[in-house]
């Protein structure tokens, strides 16, 4: 078997428009890499307008603690569902105060794939707060259309158990197919069946800052 490429931060910083994104994009990941790094969770909206999901928030707050992170390591906003793009400037002010606080080397977002005009502008405005960062590019497959993950990330088994625990605390979304312990299964064992590894996650590139080492 290929050496994996090793990547690695010391301060991650992940991306999402709504509870949940993060979860569904990166939650094995998150559980792998929650005690070897400094990480962050933004997400931007908290959907409090939406009369049928008053409980997200607290579910997203479950979800989260149930992937390893504390309370000191999710922030959640109260952009409006669906009007993202009207607030383009904030979401950037926004993000530029996560860079000058964080310094992240490494920042997960959407995928350039997601049509979701949330998703769209949060990845659109976090090319332009993260210039000269690494961006990679996340899929929660209900709202992209031919996303293709060029980098492949191997994640344990224990970490996607993890990850499928964390959704099953959305209550509020248990009728939901990418919800599924199938899904959500059968997508890391065809990520790791691309890798060649037992289960894997999936990003797009949007931008690698690399620098070349050669080994001693």
Avoid: W
Avoid at 23 to 42: F, K, P, W
């Amino acid at each position: 078997m290929n050496h994996n490429m090793t990547f690695f931060g010391k301060s991650v910083l992940f991306l999402g428009a709504h509870p949940d994104d993060i979860e569904l994009g990166c939650g094995a990941l998150i559980a792998d890499i929650i005690d070897q790094t400094s990480l962050y969770c933004m997400t931007f909206s908290d959907n409090k307008k939406n009369p049928d999901l008053q409980h997200l928030l607290e579910e997203h707050y479950i979800s989260m603690h149930t992937l390893g992170l504390t309370d000191a390591q999710i922030e959640v906003g109260t952009f409006e569902t669906r009007r993202f793009p009207a607030a383009r400037q904030e979401i950037l002010e926004k993000m530029l105060q996560l860079r000058r606080a964080l310094k992240p080397e490494i920042v997960f977002v959407h995928t350039p794939q997601d049509i979701h005009q949330d998703h769209v502008t949060v990845t659109q405005e976090a090319l332009r707060a993260f210039r000269g960062t690494t961006v990679l590019g996340y899929d929660v497959l209900r709202s992209s259309y031919g996303f293709f993950p060029h980098f492949l990330v191997e994640v344990t088994e224990a970490a996607v158990n993890k990850k499928i625990e964390a959704l099953a605390k959305y209550i509020t979304y248990t009728d939901r197919y990418y919800f599924s312990e199938p899904v959500l299964r059968s997508t890391a064992i065809r990520h790791g069946a691309l890798a060649e590894r037992p289960f894997a996650e999936g990003f797009d590139i949007i931008r690698i800052v690399g620098e070349f080492s050669a080994l001693d």
